[in-house]
């Protein structure tokens, strides 16, 4: 079998979506997302100009030899860019291989480890009543698993931290990046109040999880671990930046509370230590921005031995190309978490037609050969790019700060 052609295409259904569609001489196609937030046409050029070229005329059955030859073949190892190009091809490759098989592609990894994929879905709000109705509104809906954020009074709402279930996440996302406030002192003693009357609402039996998007400092982050042991949370996520990963020890060493972490790492570099010192419970790596389906489940296997849990990143830039093979990894391998699940817009699901399916509050992979991910070619064309930037945050002085 040869790669005869590769097609780059970008459209905005909602949110940009780049996705990769890797052609054979035997008529098999496979699809792959390439998709990096706020940086679409960064990896659209990276693509088209340094990889599809070296890529024609191969085999697309030696995945893990193209895999290797983008990676250190480039000698430029690592990066959000090049590894969501290497992901998006290898997503691709992986669809060609489980449809010449015949096999969805999580029989090729395995086969099933679990009957159902446990996903959370996120309830926000302007104030703690507001997220209380979200939350109890999704367990109504079915959900076991359900992240709760709530807006800073005395502060504008922003990212990740008021209304977040729209396409703009509650407007945050622009055509040039938003500037926002923040206040550790004043979001500290907010969090602990806003789980204690989310308990009281549902009770025990439901897995609450905070996404504290990397706004922290290691003490911070061990004191507001302390302080939401009494609620148990199934985790708390990106609570500091993790480029300085030894930071994590002092969360380690004041909290029993779980601790996850990993949506912005491309391979398993970012992670090593993180996992093989116990620092973290769940990593939170997604196919798109990891290596795809050949990263991931290295990156998982690894994250087996030292008890660490799986969690693939799972928003709505995480197109339902990428979901559908987080998926399939997440129903084979044996140390599964959770999977973070947002939903999509109707124009996004139509532009992807796809086998996996969504049940209060479970996923299923679907049984169609391949990852099941195909795109409508003529619904993108109707969805041209559109810039859309991420917030950036600044203190209330006016430091620009970690988010
Ligand atoms: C978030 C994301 O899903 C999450 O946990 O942190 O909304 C994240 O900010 C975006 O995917 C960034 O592109
Ligand atoms: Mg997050």
């Known amino acids: 079998m040869k790669i005869t052609d590769i097609k780059i295409i970008v459209a905005s ?8 569609k890797v052609m054979t001489d035997e008529g098999l196609y496979g699809i792959g997302d390439a998709t990096v937030n706020g940086r679409e046409k960064a990896v659209v050029a990276y693509l088209e100009d340094h990889v599809v070229p070296c890529l024609i ?10 895999w290797q030859y983008l990676y250190k073949g480039a000698y430029w190892r690592r990066g959000p860019i090049t590894m969501a190009a290497i992901s998006g091809v290898d997503m691709a490759l992986w669809d060609i291989k489980a449809k010449a098989a015949n096999m969805p592609l999580y029989q090729l990894l395995g086969g099933r480890s679990r009957d159902k994929v446990m996903v959370y879905k996120h309830a926000g709000g302007l104030d703690i009543g507001e997220v209380v109705e979200g939350v109890v509104a999704l ?6 698993a359900i992240r709760a954020q709530v807006s800073i009074p005395g502060l504008p709402p922003i990212y990740g931290t008021g209304h977040s279930l729209d396409q703009t996440a509650g407007g945050m996302i622009k055509a040039l990046p938003e500037e926002e406030v923040w206040s550790t002192h004043k979001y500290l003693p907010l969090i602990p109040r806003l789980f204690e009357k989310v308990r009281d609402a549902v009770g025990w039996d439901v897995h609450l999880l905070h996404d504290v998007h990397h706004r922290l400092t290691p003490i911070e982050a061990a004191r507001l671990g302390k302080d939401l042991e009494p609620f148990r949370l199934f985790w708390l996520e990106d609570a500091i930046p993790a480029e300085l990963q030894e930071g994590f020890r002092i969360i380690r060493q004041h909290t029993t509370q779980p601790i996850a972490v990993g949506e912005v790492f491309n391979t398993i ?13 769940y990593i939170r790596v997604t196919s798109v921005h990891a290596g795809g389906v050949t990263g991931l489940k290295k990156i998982f296997d690894f994250a087996a031995i030292y008890h660490v849990r ?7 830039d995480v197109s339902p190309v990428a979901m559908g093979c ?3 990894v997440d129903t084979a391998i044996p140390n599964f978490g959770i999977q973070e699940f947002s939903g999509y817009t109707d124009a996004t699901y139509d532009m992807f037609p796809r086998a996996w399916s969504y049940d209060r509050g479970y996923l299923q992979p679907g049984e169609a ?14 969805y041209p790019y559109s ?10 002085d006016g430091t620009l700060t970690s988010w």
């Not at 005329?57 to 193209?66: M, S, V």
């Not at 367990?139 to 076991?144: A, V």
């Open 139 to 144: 367990r109504e809906q079915g959900l076991d």
């Open 369 to 382: 050969p391949g990852h099941g991910v195909d795109i409508d070619e003529a619904v993108a064309a109707k």
């Open 13 to 20: 259904p909602g949110r940009n979506f780049v996705t990769v």
């Open 310 to 316: 799986s969690a693939c990143h799972g928003p709505m």
């Open 57 to 66: 005329g191969r085999d697309p059955q030696r995945i893990e030899d193209i």
């Open 326 to 328: 987080n998926i399939h």
């Open 387 to 396: 810039p859309a930037y991420l917030p950036v945050a600044r203190l209330e």
């Open 269 to 281: 570099w970012d992670c090593q230590q993180l996992i093989s010192e116990q620092l973290i419970d």
